[in-house]
Structures are given as C-alpha cells and as structure tokens.
C-alpha cells in the first residue's frame, strides 16, 4: 500500500518588502507551517550567479583573493560574480574569466548548480569547469580589486584543512576536484 505523502511546503500569507538593492532584495515573510502554525522567515532575494574552477596545464588551479567588507576580510576563491541580464550563465562564466583572470577558456564544462545559503537566501550558482586556457581580457569592475594565485592541487586538501578557504563556494568546487581527481584529504 503507498504512503501518502505529507506535504512540507509552507505557505506564504504575508510578505513585507524590507529593502531593494541592487544585487539582492530583502522580505520578511509571515509563513504557515505544514502544522498550521505561522512563523516568520527572512529571505534574501539574490541575483543568480556564476563559479568557475579554472584548471591551467600545470596541474593547479587559478584563484582570486579580493577583500570581502562583510567578513572583514581577504578571501581565496574561484572567479565568480553575478549573471547580468540578458546573459546565460556561460557567456557570464566567459566574462567574468576575462574581467578577473584575464583569460578564456576553450573548454567550458557545467558541473551542477547549488543554493549559495538556502536557509534564507535564493541565490542559485551555477559552477564551471574551465580547462585549455587562452590569453583574452576585459577591464574590471570598478569597484573590483582582484588578485590572481595559482594553486597546485597537491596544496588544496593542506589549505582547506587549514582553514585557508572559508568561501563556501570556492570550498564545494575544490571539493569537488579532489574528489574528480582522487586527491586524497590529508
């Protein structure tokens, strides 16, 4: 006999805009819980945005360390940033390349998309893996400073263990890597 499924959807009866900036909105929403019980979650309205782990022939990856003002701090991660209109997530993978690393990559393999923080957050990223690289740049963001670190993948399981990547995006997709490459954790 089948089971009947029990649905787990919560049901929104009052949303409040909070705030609309120019990447992302926020809402305060009064929710009804699969056991009829109201509760409120915060949500941010995020643009969708794009990852790309970019492999040189020299058996190392290029990363970007840029100061991020909300943790206060320099981070190491993967070229990313948001999907302008108008744009697939590819050709904003390419742009972004050019922009941060200035380069652009011949081969350019979709590994799978993820919510960024879908605890309170809508941001879908979608991750890249780019290989046979090719010298091509384009001016970067104005309000960009980006430095470009090229990491050998016998190093990254030692700089995860060490906590010297705490971006969650860049974590997943070096992650992923070993995992592809058998690149054991220390």
């Known amino acids: 006999m089948p089971q009947e499924k029990i649905s787990t959807e919560e049901i929104c009866v009052k949303e409040k ?6 990447i992302m909105n926020v809402r305060c929403d009064e ?10 979650r915060e949500v941010v309205e995020h643009k969708p945005a ?9 058996q190392s990856v290029l990363l970007v360390k840029q100061y991020r003002y909300a943790v206060h701090e320099e981070t190491l991660e993967v070229c990313a940033g948001l999907i302008e209109p108008g744009e697939d997530p590819a050709q904003a993978a390419e742009r ?14 979709r590994i799978g998309e993820f919510y ?17 690289l090719e010298e091509s740049s384009l001016p970067q963001d104005e309000d960009e400073n980006v430095s470009v670190y090229e990491i050998n993948l016998r190093d990254i399981p030692a700089m995860i ?22 690149i054991a954790p220390e």
């Not at 805009?17 to 120019?22: L, P, V």
């Not at 929710?31 to 409120?40: C, D, K, L, M, Q």
Request: net charge positive; glycine share 8%.
């Open 17 to 22: 805009r909070i705030f609309d900036g120019k």
């Open 31 to 40: 929710v009804r819980t699969p056991s009829g019980h109201i509760a409120t």
């Open 50 to 58: 794009v990852g790309m782990l970019v492999l040189t022939n020299r």
């Open 96 to 109: 972004e390349m050019q922009e941060e690393l200035n380069v652009k990559a011949k081969k350019l393999h």
């Open 116 to 132: 960024a923080s879908p605890g309170f957050c809508t941001e879908l990223f979608t991750l890249y893996l780019a290989s046979e």
């Open 161 to 182: 263990r060490e906590g010297k990547i705490r971006d969650s995006k860049t974590f997943a997709a070096l992650s992923w890597l070993m995992a592809k490459e058998g």
